[in-house]
T-cell receptor
Framework: NAGVMQNPRHLVRRRGQEARLRCSPM?????VYWYRQLPEEGLKFMVY????????ESGMPKERFSAEFPKEGPSILRIQQVVRGDSAAYFC??????????????FGPGTRLTVT | KQEVTQIPAALSVPEGENLVLNCSFT??????LQWFRQDPGKGLTSLLL?????REQTSGRLNASLDKSSGRSTLYIAASQPGDSATYLC?????????????FGTGTRLKVLA
């Protein structure tokens, strides 16, 4: 059973370009979470999605950032008009239906975004 | 607002020592707490998950305890090895209805010297 997959692993963008980060959850998982880790800081929650639904986007910046998890295909985190402050590691996690307390999040290897 | 703190921020120990990493959280109402390991430039590896109704969990040389009433968790590593060198993160899941996000501490950077 493959783990959570993220691509690309490293992404370099110039200021003003768009960045698209992809996350394929573990097989059987229908819930995806995105977290951001700025240099020398802890992981911060960004958004929680189920298939075709955004459940909690309380951690998403108000502008330039969007996320989706379509019925088919990976979850996408999209950053428009990137700025240097967007440089960070972006982690995706997935979980099975989180109906019980035993639910656990499994993390991908991350995408390291560098904005030049 | 839930806040998670980890002390110490960094720790350096000789190989073979037993050590304790601390995690504290401000709101004792949590669903669970999870300990992770993060190697430089890598993702997160789950170490132990403790349910809110549990007091501790063990896996090999690792033992994690949870004291909800005092808002604390500890990760005990027995007989440390150089391969244990990494950043250790704890994360709590608050009981906010409808969301299952984790709130992370800033981590403890552990270095085990050979």
């Amino acid at each position: 059973n493959a783990g959570v997959m993220q691509n690309p692993r490293h992404l370099v963008r110039r200021r003003g370009q768009e960045a698209r980060l992809r996350c394929s959850p573990m097989k059987g998982h229908s819930h995806v979470y995105w977290y951001r880790q700025l240099p020398e800081e802890g992981l911060k929650f960004m958004v929680y999605l189920q298939k075709e639904n955004i459940i909690d986007e309380s951690g998403m910046p108000k502008e330039r950032f969007s996320a989706e998890f379509p019925k088919e295909g990976p979850s996408i985190l999209r950053i428009q008009q990137v700025v240097r402050g967007d440089s960070a590691a972006y982690f995706c996690a997935s979980s099975p239906v989180p109906g019980s307390r035993s639910y656990e999040q499994y993390f991908g290897p991350g995408t390291r975004l560098t904005v030049t | 607002k839930q806040e998670v703190t980890q002390i110490p921020a960094a720790l350096s120990v000789p190989e073979g020592e037993n050590l304790v990493l601390n995690c504290s959280f401000t709101d004792s109402a949590i669903y669970n707490l999870q300990w992770f390991r993060q190697d430089p430039g890598k993702g997160l590896t789950s170490l132990l998950l403790i349910q809110s109704s549990q007091r501790e969990q063990t896996s090999g040389r690792l033992n994690a305890s949870l004291d909800k009433s005092s808002g604390r968790s500890t990760l005990y590593i027995a007989a440390s090895q150089p391969g244990d060198s990494a950043t250790y993160l704890c994360a709590v899941r608050p009981p906010t209805s409808g969301t299952y996000k984790y709130i992370f501490g800033t981590g403890t950077r552990l270095k085990v010297l050979a």
